[in-house]
């Protein structure tokens, strides 16, 4: 609790952030508030295996998955983004106060028209008329207050499982709780709050118009905090600063920095739970859809989430993936709970809409004796465990929804940022240290039969669909040498009896025996071609590897033909009258000869003599590269790809090489001369996705490979084509190829 007040003791006073005094709140009730709160989630942390869920009070139990029950709880996220929205107000105010250097002025004018619009419009939690409060207004607030208990617990969670340090944990759960608390406080009447909200807000900018030290808008919080401290400090190196001014402006922007990850959080997640109605389709149909699998090589993973609004964000980062673990192990922990929880069979009225949850998750340990060379998970393994449950309340969607929105790429980027900027704030003694990077995959979805239904009417590849095929496992790579293998996988799925809780049918469940061990023999396969590959040496114009079997080979036969004639010379002698046995030698000599030459040029198109006689090749083109090794040309391009993001020296040019970062206008370079296969696409990182323009349909590659940022693609005849200023309306999914081959301008 000494981390949420500053001291009153120390010279000079310090402002309160996210204080409660504004809105008639003493300062004895206000340290109550936030002692519960503190004691709540201290409660929370004590035992990290323990489920988080979501209190049911008596109004949750009773709204359904339907769409009023969805639109009430957009309601009543808007209301308490509302209050978070006067939270980060009253915190401006005290920047323009304290620390103009950190106040930005657009920032405060657009706070402030939100507190008034708040004022205008907003009525209390529950209210849905101008009448007083009432019985059921008083359960909605309860259930507001348990949605923010919801929250702040699994970010405190989060938190905790994230990284390590006193100074890391005490600061930021000091903040939560000043927080959590004040957005309760300002729950209990918005409407009188926003209006004080605003009034303070339109007196600090009244008295601040004549300042011209304001920020100048960093788009990054912590760039903008960063230059803030730097100007604190030569303006106290001139002399243009006092001590003490410098010290109260230093501790405005380090109380910023501490609440910045927070505010990031609670905005995504309380955005996330409104209706934004960005796809188009009604309220009950959508589908939330998160995948971990692995691209490349070397064990490299990447997270691909599908939001409400069928929305697209991906992360390759490994900081990144590491956040992602324990928010996977959180709502794991509670899709486990919900698993065994006792419900009625009760299935609804007909024609009623129905939410399921599917999930599967598997976390190994980081050995290397059981791990294959290519560094996947078992993804037959993890399809076993793929369970499903029916979702009978909208609390129950709650439950599963807001840690699945935790689980996001954009909020654990924000929030890995977040823990990367307070470990650079501390001191040497403040160490914030992350826990080891685990080996994990995973697949939660979270959706209602009306968009499954809906869904089937479009050419989109479903992320649900590609996992049940399989399509996330590399041993894809090999499919165009092994397609009875593939063909299959994933028949009709067996059902379960259980009408709540089924286990999902599985390949495992489908397939015989033999096919289960073509399928190990598929990721043998597969780790002697990446053990293969691992002795390819690369340089700017081609790949060179050994091939001592093939040269060898050549020669033992182009021997054999020449010792024979020889022989046959020696062993006829003199027996054939006016006829030299040895001519016949010459003849075999001039056919070694030929089979040299024939056999050296039928694989690469120039094969020096040097590399010939030293047992090696320099392959100049993918075709090139897969005749000489007999590896599938997929596989060989996934692996240049995942080699293209690690600082390769390759330079590449043909007709297909558009998806590579280092590319050559001239001759000199590698060839990728054969198409790329969409599910290579999405094996090494890049996925095509289907969206809606005003002009018609069109394909935009969303780039997540490590080291790229997104870059979008639109159809110009039967090509992709980059565009540098391309808008679109809606995303409906991964786009279905069927199996075609994908060319890029």
């Known amino acids: 609790m000494n981390k949420v007040k500053p001291s009153k003791t120390s010279a000079p006073s310090y402002p309160e952030f996210d204080s409660l005094s504004a809105y008639l709140i003493d300062d004895q009730t206000a340290r109550t508030f936030r002692t519960a709160e503190a004691e709540r989630l201290s409660d929370v942390v004590k035992n990290l295996d323990r489920p988080l869920i979501l209190r049911q009070s008596a109004f949750l139990r009773r709204l359904k998955g339907d769409e009023d029950g969805y639109r009430t709880l957009s309601r009543l996220s808007q209301t308490i983004l509302t209050a978070l929205s006067l939270c980060l107000l009253d915190n401006e105010c005290i920047n323009v106060e304290f620390c103009t250097r950190l106040a930005n002025r657009e920032r405060l004018q657009k706070l402030i028209q939100q507190a008034k619009l708040a004022a205008d419009m907003t009525e209390p939690v529950g209210?849905?008329?101008?009448?007083?409060?009432?019985?059921?207004?008083?359960?909605?607030?309860?259930?507001?207050?348990?949605?923010?208990?919801?929250?702040?617990?699994?970010?405190?969670?989060?938190?905790?499982?994230?990284?390590?340090?006193?100074?890391?944990?005490?600061?930021?759960?000091a903040v939560l709780v000043a927080r959590i608390a004040k957005i309760k406080v300002l729950l209990m009447d918005i409407v009188s709050s926003a209006a004080t909200s605003a009034a303070a807000g339109e007196d600090a900018l009244e008295k601040s118009q004549g300042s011209s030290r304001f920020s100048m808008g960093f788009a990054d919080e912590e760039e903008e905090c960063e230059e803030a401290l730097r100007l604190i400090e030569a303006n106290t190196k001139e002399g243009l600063t006092s001590e003490a001014?410098?010290?109260?402006?230093?501790?405005?922007?380090?109380?910023?920095?501490?609440?910045?990850?927070?505010?990031?959080?609670?905005?995504?997640?309380?955005?996330?739970?409104?209706?934004?109605?960005?796809?188009?389709?009604?309220?009950?149909?959508?589908?939330?859809?998160?995948?971990?699998?692995?691209?490349?090589?070397?064990?490299?993973?990447?997270?691909?989430?599908?939001?409400?609004?069928?929305?697209?964000?991906?992360?390759?980062?490994?900081?990144?993936?590491?956040?992602?673990?324990?928010?996977?192990?959180?709502?794991?922990?509670?899709?486990?709970?919900?698993?065994?929880?006792?419900?009625?069979?009760?299935?609804?009225?007909?024609?009623?809409?129905?939410?399921?949850?599917?999930?599967?998750?598997?976390?190994?340990?980081?050995?290397a004796s059981s791990s294959s060379l290519v560094g996947g998970i078992d993804y037959n393994e993890l399809s076993t465990s793929l369970r499903k449950v029916r979702l009978s309340s909208l609390a129950d969607i709650v439950n599963v929804m807001v840690p699945l929105i935790a689980t996001s790429p954009i909020l654990l980027a924000d929030f890995t940022n977040f823990r990367t900027m307070m470990a650079l704030s501390g001191g040497v003694e403040d160490v914030v240290t992350p826990f080891q990077e685990g080996h994990f995959g995973a697949f939660f979805r979270l959706y209602t039969d009306d968009f499954e239904r809906e869904a089937e009417?479009?050419?989109?590849?479903?992320?649900?669909?590609?996992?049940?095929?399989?399509?996330?496992?590399?041993?894809?790579?090999?499919?165009?040498?092994?397609?009875?293998?593939?063909?299959?996988?994933?028949?009709?799925?067996?059902?379960?009896?259980?009408?709540?809780?089924?286990?999902?049918?599985?390949?495992?469940?489908?397939?015989?025996?033999?096919?289960?061990?073509?399928?190990?023999?598929?990721?043998?396969?597969?780790?002697?071609?990446?053990?293969?590959?691992?002795?390819?040496?690369?340089?700017?114009?081609?790949?060179?590897?050994?091939?001592?079997?093939?040269?060898?080979?050549?020669?033992?036969?182009?021997?054999?033909?020449?010792?024979?004639?020889?022989?046959?010379?020696?062993?006829?002698?003199?027996?054939?009258?006016?006829?030299?046995?040895?001519?016949?030698?010459?003849?075999?000599?001039?056919?070694?000869?030929?089979?040299?030459?024939?056999?050296?040029?039928?694989?690469?198109?120039?094969?020096?003599?040097?590399?010939?006689?030293?047992?090696?090749?320099k392959c100049r083109s993918v075709s090139e590269l897969a005749a000489t090794t007999r590896i599938d040309e997929q596989l060989i391009m996934a692996k240049l790809l995942h080699d293209d993001c690690g600082g390769t020296i390759l330079l590449t040019r043909g007709p297909y090489n558009s998806v590579f970062r280092r590319q050559t206008d001239g001759t000199n370079g590698f060839s990728i001369d054969r198409p790329i296969s969409a599910e290579t696409l999405m094996l090494s990182g890049l996925a095509l996705l289907k969206v809606v323009t005003p002009r018609g349909h069109a394909i935009v590659c969303l780039d997540y490979r490590c080291g790229w940022s997104a870059r979008m693609c639109s159809p110009i005849s039967l090509r992709l084509a980059k565009v540098e200023d391309f808008k679109w309306k809606r995303v409906q999914g991964v786009y279905e190829f069927h199996g075609a081959k994908v060319l890029f301008e």
Request: net charge negative.
């Open 245 to 367: 001014e410098a010290e109260v402006s230093s501790y405005c922007v380090n109380q910023n920095k501490y609440r910045s990850g927070i505010n990031a959080a609670l905005k995504y997640i309380l955005l996330s739970l409104r209706i934004m109605n960005r796809s188009g389709l009604p309220p009950t149909s959508y589908e939330m859809c998160l995948v971990v699998y692995d691209i490349g090589f070397s064990g490299f993973k990447t997270v691909l989430f599908q939001d409400r609004d069928l929305e697209y964000s991906a992360s390759s980062d490994r900081s990144v993936l590491n956040t992602a673990q324990p928010a996977l192990v959180i709502l794991n922990q509670t899709l486990q709970h919900l698993k065994h929880k006792p419900r009625t069979q009760d299935s609804g009225s007909e024609g009623s809409t129905e939410t399921f949850v599917e999930w599967a998750f598997l976390e190994k340990n980081l050995d």
């Open 127 to 173: 209210s849905e008329t101008g009448e007083p409060a009432s019985d059921d207004s008083d359960q909605k607030l309860d259930a507001a207050f348990d949605i923010v208990n919801y929250i702040s617990a699994i970010l405190v969670r989060l938190v905790c499982q994230t990284g390590v340090g006193d100074y890391w944990l005490a600061n930021v759960m």
């Open 457 to 617: 009417s479009r050419e989109i590849l479903r992320l649900s669909q590609a996992f049940r095929e399989q399509r996330f496992s590399r041993c894809r790579l090999l499919t165009e040498s092994h397609s009875k293998w593939i063909t299959k996988i994933w028949n009709t799925p067996q059902k379960s009896t259980d009408p709540v809780v089924e286990r999902v049918g599985t390949q495992r469940d489908v397939l015989p025996l033999c096919d289960q061990d073509n399928e190990r023999g598929m990721q043998k396969k597969l780790d002697a071609c990446v053990a293969c590959m691992q002795g390819w040496v690369v340089d700017e114009t081609s790949v060179t590897i050994p091939c001592k079997t093939y040269v060898w080979t050549v020669m033992g036969a182009a021997m054999l033909l020449a010792g024979g004639g020889v022989a046959i010379g020696f062993t006829v002698g003199g027996r054939i009258q006016a006829v030299d046995p040895f001519n016949l030698a010459t003849y075999t000599w001039v056919l070694a000869a030929f089979v040299i030459l024939i056999c050296k040029a039928v694989l690469v198109e120039n094969w020096t003599w040097s590399d010939f006689l030293h047992q090696r090749v």
